[in-house]
């Protein structure tokens, strides 16, 4: 038996939190917002994909944001994007400490940090 790769990763956000996970993970990242099961639509939150990449956001009462733990998303054009989050007000944090890897963190409007890492960058690739 073998994990042959990885469906989703969850996230965590406040209550009443999906408007503006909305417009970050939709408008912003770009990501498609994809129906949930109608069995867990009163649950709150929101699902997002592009490509085969999919991200879960649920609803946590007592929300603690995932600093050190994070999603890395593989990225067109990490310099675009970088910029287009910047012009709306987020902040991103170039990192070069991986060699050959263009990186940048950021986080998301309830704290949590997201990694950029720009595609095709050779050291982060994985076959």
Same mark, same amino acid.
Request: aromatic fraction near 6%; charge should be negative; hydrophobic fraction near 40%.
């Given at each position: 038996?073998?994990?042959?790769?990885?469906? #989703?990763?969850?996230?965590?956000?406040?209550?009443?939190?999906? %408007? /503006?996970?909305?417009?970050?993970?939709?408008? =912003?990242?770009?990501?498609? +917002?994809?129906?949930?099961?109608?069995?867990?639509?009163?649950?709150?939150?929101?699902?997002?994909?592009?490509? /085969?990449?999919? =991200? #879960?956001?649920?609803?946590?009462? %007592?929300? /603690?944001?995932?600093?050190?733990? #994070?999603?890395? =998303?593989?990225?067109? %054009?990490?310099?675009?994007?970088?910029?287009?989050? +910047?012009?709306?007000?987020?902040?991103?944090? *170039? &990192?070069?400490?991986? *060699?050959?890897?263009?990186?940048?963190?950021? #986080?998301? *409007?309830?704290? &949590? /940090?997201?990694?950029?890492?720009?595609?095709?960058?050779?050291?982060?690739?994985?076959?």
């Amino acid at each position: 038996m073998s994990i042959v790769g990885l469906d #989703h990763v969850q996230l965590a956000i406040p209550p009443d939190g999906e %408007d /503006r996970a909305r417009h970050f993970y939709g408008a =912003l990242l770009g990501l498609e +917002e994809e129906p949930r099961p109608a069995s867990m639509a009163g649950r709150g939150g929101a699902w997002f994909r592009s490509g /085969r990449a999919r =991200l #879960h956001l649920g609803v946590e009462a %007592d929300f /603690r944001p995932a600093r050190k733990a #994070h999603p890395a =998303l593989l990225v067109e %054009d990490l310099a675009d994007l970088s910029a287009r989050l +910047e012009s709306a007000g987020i902040e991103v944090v *170039p &990192n070069a400490e991986v *060699p050959g890897c263009r990186r940048a963190f950021t #986080h998301d *409007p309830f704290g &949590n /940090r997201i990694e950029l890492i720009q595609d095709g960058d050779g050291s982060m690739q994985r076959g």
